[in-house]
Nanobody
Framework: QVQLVESGGGSVQAGGSLRLSCAAFGYIYSTYCMGWFRQAPGKEREGVASIDSDGSITYADSVKGRFTISQDNAKNTLYLQMNSLKPEDTAMYYC??????????????????????WGQGTQVTVSS
């Protein structure tokens, strides 16, 4: 069983930065796909960025050039560096993981249902 624990959310003004962390605890398979999702009130959960154990990275168009996903395998921790934040980035942010798969082939990293493990979420609020 794997547990994901997010941290790093908060409130910032537009143009500011935050770094989210997601620590994974338990048995971690060497092959995986991990992603960041967000959900604003009244909206569906949407994918923000993904990374897999092969190093493949993808971003949603809305965050390209502003957000950076990275990982520290020694710490079993996933990060999301968010720069130039906008009010529309306000949402609950979740990290997700699925193991024994890459973020490719038959696996769609933009669909929440493909991921079996989720963190509890961390709130990001950006004021104008």
């Amino acid at each position: 069983q794997v547990q994901l624990v997010e941290s790093g959310g908060g409130s910032v003004q537009a143009g500011g930065s935050l770094r989210l962390s997601c620590a994974a605890f338990g048995y971690i398979y060497s092959t995986y796909c991990m992603g960041w999702f967000r959900q604003a009130p009244g909206k569906e959960r949407e994918g923000v960025a993904s990374i897999d154990s092969d190093g493949s990275i993808t971003y949603a168009d809305s965050v390209k050039g502003r957000f950076t996903i990275s990982q520290d395998n020694a710490k079993n921790t996933l990060y999301l560096q968010m720069n130039s934040l906008k009010p529309e980035d306000t949402a609950m942010y979740y990290c997700a993981a699925e193991y024994r798969t890459y973020c490719s082939g038959g696996f769609n990293p933009w669909v929440p249902e493909f991921f079996g493990y989720w963190g509890q979420g961390t709130q990001v609020t950006v004021s104008s």
